[in-house]
């Protein structure tokens, strides 16, 4: 498991840091866009980040702001705290056992 994490990691992530922000991009014929989030890069339109940041008072606006083309990486950046490394440890764990 700690192998498949580190090459989901190097692959996915932009520095292999909790804090770290991809650029902005849409999928799903862009009916989903916004800017990676953490380690593992969870967008934030995946259903069980999603869940977990809109957990967290002032979570709705992080997601908001996290799904605009107009926010900085920067600015994301400062306010992981919406998304800390224990979340993202914990979502990254079912998506490496199916």
Excluded: W
């Excluded at 998304?83 to 490496?96: N, R, Y």
Aim: hydrophobic share 35%.
């Amino acid at each position: 498991m700690g192998a498949l994490r580190q090459a989901i990691m190097a692959i996915e992530s932009y520095g292999g840091d909790y804090t770290a922000i991809g650029d902005y991009v849409c999928a799903d014929g862009g009916r989903n866009c916004g800017r990676a989030l953490g380690k593992y890069q969870f967008m934030p339109y995946n259903e069980y980040a999603e869940t977990k940041i809109l957990g967290r008072p002032g979570g709705a606006e992080f997601l908001r702001r996290a799904s605009s083309p107009g926010t900085s990486p920067a600015a994301l950046q400062r306010k992981l705290q919406y998304f800390p490394v224990e979340d993202q440890s914990l979502l990254i764990q079912p998506g490496l056992k199916d």
